[in-house]
């Protein structure tokens, strides 16, 4: 008897979910359902304003990266194409995402805002090598709807959210001899 009240219930909820509307989003996603303003994917390293490219080769994004996914060569410092000035630049740059844990620390810790998160994901694969993004693949989306972050953005919204120092307090006046306490009689004793 229970087993069959037990089928019945079963029976029941499978029936009722047959006609509620889907609340997943299937894949390719076709922007059926508005995505949140911070939702991120994939990676784009981008220009700067003088139209180089930002990375300065820094490898502080490998540096902080959980997952050690990142691997940055640096290429040294070089007069920049657009202005002259001489600046850091990458001579390779490689982001595994197999293992990313879209933690976004990579963006934040950037001094030169150059590593970005999109809002495009990356088109699904079938084998490892295609979610493995190569400095080419990487300027290539730089085009892409970025997410919301950028170091400076988030770096900024960090220190918006901490206690302010407390001020220090004024050094206490040192009392004239003659206004000294008279020393306690306890005193030595
Ligand atoms: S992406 Fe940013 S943090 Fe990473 S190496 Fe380039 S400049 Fe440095
Ligand atoms: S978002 Fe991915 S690549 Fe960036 S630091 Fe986190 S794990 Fe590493």
Redo the contacts with the bound molecule.
């Keep these: 008897m229970n087993a069959l009240l037990t089928a019945w219930a079963a029976l029941r909820v499978t029936g009722l979910n047959l006609f509620r509307a889907m609340n997943t989003e299937p894949l390719p996603w076709h922007g059926g359902r508005a995505r949140p303003e911070r939702f991120r994917t994939s990676?784009a390293l981008v220009h700067n304003e003088d139209g180089d490219e930002a990375c300065i080769g820094c490898k502080m994004?490998e540096k902080?990266?959980?997952?050690q996914?990142?691997t940055v060569v640096p290429g040294g410092r070089a007069p920049s194409p657009n202005t002259g000035k001489p600046r850091g630049t990458a001579k390779d740059f490689v982001?595994d995402?197999n293992?990313?844990?879209?933690?976004?620390?990579?963006?934040q810790v950037c001094p030169e805002d150059a590593i970005l998160?999109l809002r495009v994901p990356e088109t699904p694969g079938y084998t490892r090598e295609d979610l493995v993004l190569t400095m080419d693949k990487l300027y290539k989306n730089e085009p892409l709807e970025k997410s919301w972050g950028t170091g400076a953005r988030l770096v900024g919204m960090q220190e918006a959210g901490q206690p302010k120092p407390a001020p220090k307090p004024a050094p206490a006046a040192k009392a004239a001899p003659s206004e000294a306490a008279p020393p306690s009689p306890e005193a030595g004793s």
């Design positions: 990676f994004c902080i990266c959980p997952s996914i990142i982001l995402m293992a990313c844990i879209h933690c976004e620390l990579c963006v998160m």
